[in-house]
C-alpha cells in the first residue's frame, strides 16, 4: 500500500474508531456511582489494563474519548489547510541583540472555517543548535508580553482587568504590561524560546460562542452546540495544537522539534495539560496552577468551599466545558474518570504541576493526589513516575516525570516561577544550553 494511502487509512480508523467508542458511551443516568478515584487501568467495560502496548492502543485512546464526550467536547479537527498569511515584522535586534522577536499571522481554512490567529514568536540568537520552546497562551494579547511598538493589539474582547483595556477592548497603553508574567530576557538568556497567542484570538472568554470559530465547525442547519461540541478550553487546546504545527512545520530549522514545552497559567493551565494529553508532539508540559477543570480531582464534596468544584466552575463559566459536564455538577462521583487519567494521557512525558499556598482554591494538595494516581500509568511504560509518597517542602522543586512545586505567594505566574519551569525543563529536556 503506498504510504500516503497507508496514512490516510490510519486517519479514517482512527476518526471511526473514536467515534464508534463515542457512540457505545453510556448516558448519564446509566453510569454507575464510583466514589473512589477511578483505575486509570481498567477500561471501561472493566477489563484490566497490563501491557505497554494494551494502554498505547486501546486505554489511551478509550479515555481521549471518554474526556471529550463527557467533559471538555471534541476538539475540532485541523484545518483543510493552513498558512502563514504574512510575517507581520522580525526584529533581531530585540532585547539588546540577544534574540529575534517575529510575529506571524496565520490563516485557517475549512468548508466554513476562515480564521486568524497572531502567534509571537522570541527566539535567542545565540544558539549552538535548534533551541528548545515554549508554546504558550496569553490573557492580554501578545502586545503585552514586551512594549515593542509593532506587536498586534487584538481587535476582539479582552478581559476588563488587562492594563489597557477601555470597554473590554485592548490599547496601545497595554503594551508591555505583562512583561513580568512572561519574563522573556530570563527564557532567552536559558537558552529558550517562546511562541506565544491570544486566547481571545480563537474564542474570547466569553459565554458567547458566536464570537469564536466554533460555528465555522457546526453540521449543515446547526445554530447552537450539541452536548458533546467543544467547550472554550478545548478550542484554546486546539490552538495550542496548531501553533505546534506552526512550529513543527515552519519553523523546525530553528527550533528543537523534540522539546516543544507547553505552559498556561490557571483557565490557560488546564488548557495546557489537555493540549499536551491530545498531542505527543508536546514534549513537556507546566499547568501552573491550573486547579478544578484542569489538575485538581473532579472528585471533590460539592459543598466544599474552600476549594472550587466542578459545580460550582460551571456555573460561573458555563462556556469552558462542554454541555455534558454541567450534568455532572452534583454527582462528580459518576465520572468514568477523574484528573489523573487527563494526566495519565501524557505519561511517560514529564509534567509540572506547580502551585502557591494562598491559591488553595486551585486544590494543590487535591492535585497531588493527582499526581499519585497517574504513577502507575507512568511505571507500566517504563518511566520513574513520581519520586515522593509526600509534597516536598515550600519552594522546593520535585524534579521528577511527575514533577510538583509549591511556594509562598499568590495566584500569578512570575519570575520566580519561570526560574522553575526552566530547571524543571532543563533536567526534563536537556538544558536549554546544551
Ligand atoms: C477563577 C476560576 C479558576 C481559574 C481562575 C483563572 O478563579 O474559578 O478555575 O483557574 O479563575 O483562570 O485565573
Not at 519574563?183 to 486566547?199: K, M
Not at 466544599?304 to 462542554?322: G, L, Q, S
Request: glycine share 8%.
Amino acid at each position: 500500500m503506498p504510504k500516503v494511502l497507508g496514512f490516510a487509512t490510519f486517519i479514517v480508523l482512527a476518526v471511526t474508531v473514536s467515534n464508534t467508542m463515542a457512540a457505545d458511551f453510556p448516558d448519564f443516568a446509566s453510569l454507575p456511582s464510583r466514589p473512589e478515584l477511578p483505575d486509570p487501568l481498567v477500561m471501561l467495560d472493566g477489563s484490566k489494563v497490563t501491557t505497554a502496548a494494551d494502554w498505547n492502543t486501546k486505554r489511551k485512546p478509550e479515555l481521549k474519548a471518554l474526556f471529550q464526550h463527557y467533559m471538555y467536547g471534541y476538539l475540532p479537527p485541523k484545518p483543510q489547510k493552513w498558512t502563514v498569511e504574512e510575517v507581520s515584522f522580525s526584529d533581531d535586534a530585540f532585547l539588546d541583540g540577544k534574540a529575534t522577536l517575529s510575529e506571524s499571522r496565520l490563516a485557517f481554512f475549512g468548508p466554513e472555517l476562515k480564521h486568524r490567529l497572531h502567534v509571537l514568536l522570541v527566539l535567542p540568537n545565540k544558539r549552538s543548535g535548534p533551541a528548545p520552546v515554549f508554546v504558550g497562551m496569553n490573557f492580554c494579547g501578545n502586545h503585552a508580553l514586551a512594549s515593542h511598538p509593532q506587536i498586534h493589539i487584538p481587535e476582539s474582547w479582552v478581559y476588563k482587568s488587562c492594563a489597557g483595556s477601555e470597554n473590554e477592548r485592548a490599547t496601545a497603553k497595554g503594551r508591555g504590561a505583562q512583561a513580568d508574567v512572561w519574563n522573556l530576557d530570563l527564557i532567552i538568556e536559558r537558552g529558550y524560546g517562546l511562541a506565544c497567542f491570544y486566547s481571545g484570538d480563537l474564542d474570547p472568554d466569553t459565554a458567547d460562542f458566536s464570537d469564536g470559530i466554533e460555528p465555522a465547525f457546526y453540521k449543515p442547519g446547526q445554530t447552537a452546540p450539541t452536548p458533546t461540541d467543544p467547550g472554550a478550553i478545548a478550542t484554546w487546546a486546539w490552538g495550542y495544537h496548531r501553533v505546534v504545527d506552526f512550529l513543527v512545520e515552519k519553523h523546525a530549522q530553528a527550533i528543537d522539534v523534540n522539546r516543544i514545552a507547553a505552559v498556561g497559567h490557571s483557565r490557560n493551565g488546564k488548557t495546557t495539560l489537555l493540549a499536551a494529553a491530545l498531542d505527543e508532539r508536546i514534549a513537556l508540559a507546566i499547568p501552573h496552577q491550573a486547579g478544578c477543570g484542569g489538575t485538581a480531582p473532579d472528585r471533590v464534596a460539592i459543598d466544599r468551599k474552600d476549594v472550587e468544584t466542578i459545580r460550582r466552575i460551571n456555573t460561573v463559566f458555563p462556556h469552558w466545558f462542554c454541555d455534558n459536564f454541567p450534568l455532572f455538577n452534583e454527582a462528580p462521583d459518576k465520572l468514568p474518570f477523574d484528573q489523573h487519567c487527563l494526566l495519565a494521557l501524557c505519561a511517560p512525558r514529564p509534567v509540572l504541576y506547580s502551585n502557591a499556598v494562598e491559591d488553595q482554591w486551585a486544590n494543590p494538595d487535591g492535585q497531588f493526589e493527582m499526581l499519585k494516581g497517574a504513577d502507575p500509568v507512568y511505571r507500566l511504560l517504563g518511566s520513574t513516575g513520581l519520586e515522593a509518597k509526600e509534597k516536598p517542602e515550600l519552594s522546593k522543586l520535585l524534579n521528577g516525570k511527575l514533577g510538583y512545586y509549591i511556594r509562598p505567594g499568590k495566584h500569578s505566574m512570575d519570575r520566580e516561577d519561570w526560574g522553575v519551569f526552566l530547571d524543571y525543563a532543563d533536567k526534563q529536556l536537556g538544558s536549554g544550553k546544551r
